[in-house]
């Protein structure tokens, strides 16, 4: 993929960020309300088109950022698969800082 794919697919992305972060943020269910997961679903959204900027912005990729991209989606995932154990997970992420 050449520099201005990857330009493209960003301003896409950027583009996608601010439809899935509105939708997140006029949702005022809270941990409470039975729309709290659909919520959740929208915020998980959020951080993984965060975790495409990451992955695809041109240059070397920042390693800080993708480690809190990851610990994000492991985190809000956790609770849609709480079996898994994704939030113990994270730990690991930042062991060899």
């Known amino acids: 993929m050449n520099e201005d794919e990857k330009l493209k697919i960003l301003k896409l992305s950027w583009e996608l960020h601010n439809q899935v972060e509105t939708s997140y943020l006029n949702n005022p269910a ?3 309300d039975k729309e709290w997961l659909e919520k ?3 915020l998980l959204a959020d951080m993984a088109l965060h975790l495409l ?4 912005k041109p ?3 920042k390693l800080d950022r ?3 991209n990851l610990h994000a989606i492991l985190t809000i995932t956790d609770q849609f698969l709480p079996n898994a154990n994704l ?3 994270t730990e690991k992420l930042y062991d060899n800082e």
């Open 59 to 61: 240059g070397e990729i």
């Open 53 to 56: 900027q990451t992955s695809i």
């Open 66 to 68: 993708l480690r809190d």
């Open 87 to 89: 939030k113990k997970a």
């Open 40 to 42: 959740q679903r929208m």
């Open 30 to 32: 809270n941990k409470d």
